[in-house]
């Protein structure tokens, strides 16, 4: 070897030398319970795996969004920068709780000991394989999973919500709590046409699926409730004209978006329902409602349901939109909206 080869080739090793060493990013997805989360660090510890939590990354529970309710609670008593991991933790202002430091039911502070799922990256040593960091993309937290398909099988109550502190209401003989805490807000209950009912009005025994956690105080709270109040409506919270959305799906592909919307109306039962993107207002589409039929009288029935299957046009690719919205048309214009799975 010449000797101005031997010097290039003695440049490149070390050159090689002084380089770090390579990573490896990888995609990585958890699903498991939280055992630290620290707030200071950006940090939650998920099954013994600390995870790197910044303050942009989107934390959900089943029906709240932590960072939206940071902003909200924060700039209310004076500290609009809260992080969002620090309502999942224990949030304190002059050494006063804004929020409850344990959820309902639970003895351990916030979301200590409940389940996340996080998705995200992983960086690894390229050499070793040791793991560097994990950075999570998003974060939905919820204390359990705990679902009851059954039927409410005692209902005593004084108020719409059942919140009364006499008030009684089980499914398959396990009571039932509203989840009144604002990060995982319980939702109105609602029939099967996904119209809020007044629980008060109700009397049992009735077809329900319940969704949410049961507490170390044997009470299943609750932030979905579904019940099948049939199809007189007299349990409706709202008698008037209602649209509801019960599912909104869309697909997106070479320039088109593919769209399947279903929901009922009430009062009246048919008519023409209108969909528009909720953040540009651009038109989407529209479908004949259709009224339910009482399966035992024969009868019509306040109610109608739609189905909305079309492909739309997207010529400037914006993809499908977050949320959709449903306006009927011959109920007065009342509208809903829905998120887009």
Do not use: W
């Not at 869309?250 to 209108?274: K, M, Q, Y």
């Amino acid at each position: 070897m010449s000797i101005r080869l031997a010097a290039i080739a003695l440049a490149i090793a070390g050159l090689n030398l002084a380089q770090p060493a390579l990573a490896l990013e990888v995609p990585i997805e958890l699903e498991g319970t939280v055992e630290e989360i620290a707030p200071t660090a950006d940090t939650m510890v998920v099954m013994g795996i600390p995870v790197t939590v910044p303050r942009s990354t989107p934390i959900v529970t089943p029906t709240g969004d932590i960072n939206a309710l940071a902003t909200e609670l924060g700039t209310a008593v004076g500290r609009p920068n809260v992080k969002p991991l620090v309502l999942m933790r224990r949030f304190r202002v002059d050494g006063v709780d804004v929020l409850p430091a344990q959820l309902p039911g639970r003895s351990q502070i916030g979301f200590l000991g409940a389940t996340a799922t996080i998705v995200g990256s992983a960086v690894l040593d390229d050499a070793t394989g040791a793991l560097v960091s994990i950075t999570a993309t998003s974060v939905f937290a919820e204390p359990a999973e705990n679902v009851i398909l059954g039927g409410i099988t005692s209902v005593s109550c004084s108020t719409p919500d059942c919140s009364g502190p006499s008030d009684v209401l089980t499914n398959l003989g396990r009571p039932l709590q509203r989840l009144d805490d604002p990060r995982i807000p319980a939702l109105p209950v609602a029939d099967d046409f996904g119209f809020a009912i007044d629980l008060s009005l109700l009397s049992g025994p009735l077809p329900s699926a319940v969704e949410g956690y049961y507490g170390e105080d044997q009470v299943m709270h609750y932030h979905t409730l579904s019940i099948d109040a049939g199809t007189s409506g007299i349990s409706l919270l709202n008698q008037g004209a209602e649209v509801s959305i019960l599912r909104a799906q869309c697909d997106e592909g070479d320039g088109e978006l593919d769209f399947e919307i279903r929901g009922a109306t009430h009062d009246p039962s048919s008519g023409l329902v209108e969909f528009t993107d909720s953040a540009t207002g651009a038109f989407l589409g529209d479908v004949d409602v259709e009224t339910v039929i009482d399966e035992v009288s024969g009868q019509p029935t306040r109610f109608g349901t739609f189905r909305f299957r079309d492909t739309v046009d997207d010529p400037t690719d914006q993809g499908c939109p977050a949320n959709v919205t449903a306006t009927f048309v011959d109920g007065g214009n009342v509208s809903a909206e829905s998120p887009v799975n």
